[in-house]
C-alpha cells in the first residue's frame, strides 16, 4: 500500500452551496453530481455510489469522466458537487477556489496500492524504478 486517499464532497465558487457553514447531508440529498464514472455499482469508486444511496440522494449525476482533472475542472464551475481526494484539494480549499461539504469526516478512503504483472517482461528501466520503488516503500513507515 502506498498512501489512503480520504475522499470528501466539495463545491465550486459558482454553486448556491460555495460558503454555506452547518450544512447537513439532507441539504445536500437533491444536489446534482459530478463524478467520476468508476463511481457506480462494481466500479472501483462504488463506495461513493453506496453513501449517495445509504443517505437517500437523489440528485442526478450531471457528468462524469475518468479524469480528476476534469471532475475537478466540472465541480469548479459550478455543475453540481463532486467527490474529491481531500489531500490533491487541500491548497483549493485554503485559497477559497472549493468548499468542503458534509460530512466533516468525509466519505470513504481508498488504498492506493502499487500493482504490476510479475510475469511481464520488463525494461532495464521498468525493472530500475520497481526495484526503487520497492526499497523506498520497505524503508518508509506506512501511511494510515
Known amino acids: 500500500m502506498l498512501f489512503r486517499e480520504r475522499y470528501a464532497y466539495f463545491c465550486g465558487q459558482r454553486h448556491r452551496l460555495f460558503g454555506q457553514a452547518n450544512l447537513t447531508l439532507e441539504q445536500l440529498a437533491a444536489e446534482n453530481f459530478v463524478s467520476f464514472t468508476s463511481d457506480q455499482l462494481g466500479g ?5 455510489t453506496l453513501f449517495r444511496d445509504q443517505q437517500g440522494f437523489t440528485g442526478k449525476i ?15 464551475a459550478g455543475f453540481g458537487i463532486g467527490c474529491l481526494p481531500t489531500h490533491l484539494v ?16 468525509g466519505v470513504v478512503d481508498f488504498d492506493i496500492q502499487l500493482l504490476w504483472n510479475r510475469e511481464q517482461k520488463m525494461s532495464q528501466a521498468e525493472t530500475v524504478f520497481l526495484e526503487s520503488f520497492q526499497h523506498m516503500l520497505s524503508i518508509r513507515e506506512p501511511v494510515l
Not at 472501483?44 to 461513493?48: A, G, I, Y
Not at 469522466?65 to 466540472?74: D, G, N, P
Open 90 to 105: 487541500r491548497r483549493d480549499v485554503e485559497q477559497g477556489l472549493l468548499w468542503r461539504l458534509p460530512p466533516e469526516d
Open 62 to 76: 450531471v457528468a462524469s469522466s475518468t479524469s480528476f482533472e476534469e471532475i475537478y475542472r466540472l465541480i469548479c
Open 44 to 48: 472501483n469508486l462504488s463506495p461513493l
